[in-house]
């Protein structure tokens, strides 16, 4: 019987033991079938977001001309994303993640649907909004719980840089191409064209994605998230790589989700100079840099995506501001190293439900942030809201740099996935079978 190129045994698989470095490559990755099914489904739901958010941020805005309910429906589903992370994000690490994600691309799909209705009033909107971040959790934290297991932790940055380069290009095509539909098409018909797109990408995952048959027997549910996330909160050097991987980050998103209110006329082009920027940075920081140079440039990186919004209290000409977007958005590359820290300290069988974790803080916090920002904006203006929001976070990553140098000095001295909760640590049998073959050798950097 021929040998299954996606069977983590197989020699040939980038999971298996002794695999080659060349597996720490884009093309490498995107042979794997399992992998690029889940990049393509990834990249079709983020054109899918992008598309929808857009539309309904314009439509919005048309119909409020409120500067914070138009950041809050562009980024609004992010709110209820900590509602998953606290009680059903065990189903990240569930054993049927394949059917898991299936179900939730198509939730997510009927949303994009109902969005299309029209003359659905501005409540039932945002009820959605807050229904689909609901949903969107889970199914990250169970993308990215396959994601590290169908490739070698040596190319998890590499995978990652690659999705968030993919995510940077589709949200620049996402917002011109958007920018460009809604001036000849309703916001109903970009909703269904969201919609198409998600289908989609339920189609994909369905045709090249399998069951992982060595998942834990663990029932997910309450109890199970709780136990993890506690464990998880537990840990201070953990505490502080969430804290910034959410708060600065969320704040700078409140700044993008004032360029409607700032310059609705060049919104798009501010938002895909910020895409554009996110995609060099993640290219360069993901694929050009060691994990060893990924680390030093950290704290960098955390203060360039924020430092170029203070221009906007010049306000300059446009183009000095488009430039200075683009150079934020390569600081979101910041996330790279600290997502590598995270990932090396957490055990194998709540990697899942932690990335999941991970995220849905991430965009709860871009949620609250557009929030504070639109309502700043509605008691000053969308510049001095932009200005403060990136003086808040300038200060937050200057004072949190202590806490995270500790964090990664940790996990480099005690190794990947030794600083669990004894409790959540799985038997060295266990977690050999459930990483498909891979030891200790074979794990990325720390």
């Known amino acids: 019987m021929p040998s299954d190129p996606s069977d983590p045994s197989n020699p040939s698989h980038p999971s298996a033991p002794g695999a080659s470095p060349t597996a720490t490559t884009y093309r490498a990755l995107l042979r ?15 054109a899918a977001s992008t598309l929808s958010g857009f539309a309904l941020g314009t439509l919005v805005h048309q119909q409020t001309r409120s500067p ?3 950041a809050v429906s562009m980024y609004g589903a992010t709110f209820a994303t900590v509602l998953g992370a606290l009680t059903l994000m065990s189903v990240a690490d569930g054993s049927r993640p394949r059917r898991t994600l299936v179900v ?10 109902a969005q299309a209705v029209p003359g659905l009033p501005l409540t039932a909107r945002f009820a959605l909004l807050a229904i689909l971040g609901f949903f969107q959790s889970l199914g990250t934290g169970t993308r990215m719980g396959l994601v590290s297991e169908v490739v070698p932790d040596a190319a998890y940055a590499a995978a990652r840089s690659l999705m968030n380069i993919t995510a940077g290009a589709t949200a620049i095509l996402g917002y011109a191409f958007g920018a460009l539909l809604l001036r000849h098409l309703a916001p109903r018909d970009v909703f269904l064209l969201a919609t198409a ?16 048959s060595i998942r834990p027997t663990r029932r997910p549910g309450l109890r199970q998230t709780w136990t993890a996330n506690t464990a998880l909160f537990a ?9 910034n991987l959410w708060v600065p980050n969320g704040l700078i998103v409140g700044c993008e989700a004032l360029f ?8 798009g082009v501010f938002l895909a100079a910020g895409a554009a920027g996110m995609l060099l940075g993640d290219l360069t920081v993901g694929r ?17 995506f924020a430092a170029p919004y203070l221009l906007f209290a010049l306000q300059p000409p446009v183009p000095v501001l488009a430039a200075a977007v683009f150079v934020a958005g390569a600081g979101f590359a910041a996330t790279l190293p600290l997502q590598e820290q995270l990932l090396a300290s957490t055990p194998d069988q709540v990697r899942g439900q932690v990335q999941g974790v991970e995220s849905a803080g991430r965009m709860t916090w871009q949620g609250l942030g557009a929030a504070v920002a639109g309502g700043l904006a509605q008691l000053l203006t969308p510049a001095a809201a932009i200005t403060t929001l990136a003086a808040v976070s300038v200060t937050i990553t200057v004072a949190s740099r202590p806490f995270v140098a500790r964090a990664g000095a940790a996990t480099r001295v005690d190794g990947p996935g030794r600083q669990a909760a004894p409790r959540l640590t799985a038997p060295r049998s266990r977690r050999r079978g459930r990483s498909g073959g891979r030891d200790a050798d074979a794990r990325g950097p720390a």
């Open 104 to 113: 939730l691309q198509g939730v997510a799909s009927a949303g994009a649907a």
């Open 260 to 267: 409607l209110s700032y310059a609705p006329d060049l919104a």
């Open 197 to 212: 797109l998600t289908g989609l990408g339920l189609v994909v995952v369905a045709a090249t994605v399998r069951d992982r």
């Open 32 to 46: 794997n079938r399992e992998f690029a099914g889940l990049y393509v489904s990834f990249a079709l739901s983020v």
């Open 288 to 304: 050009l840099l060691t994990a060893d140079r990924r680390r030093r440039c950290a704290f960098a990186l955390r203060l360039l």
């Open 235 to 243: 840990h201070p050097g953990r505490r502080a790589l969430l804290l």
């Open 68 to 70: 914070l309910l138009t």
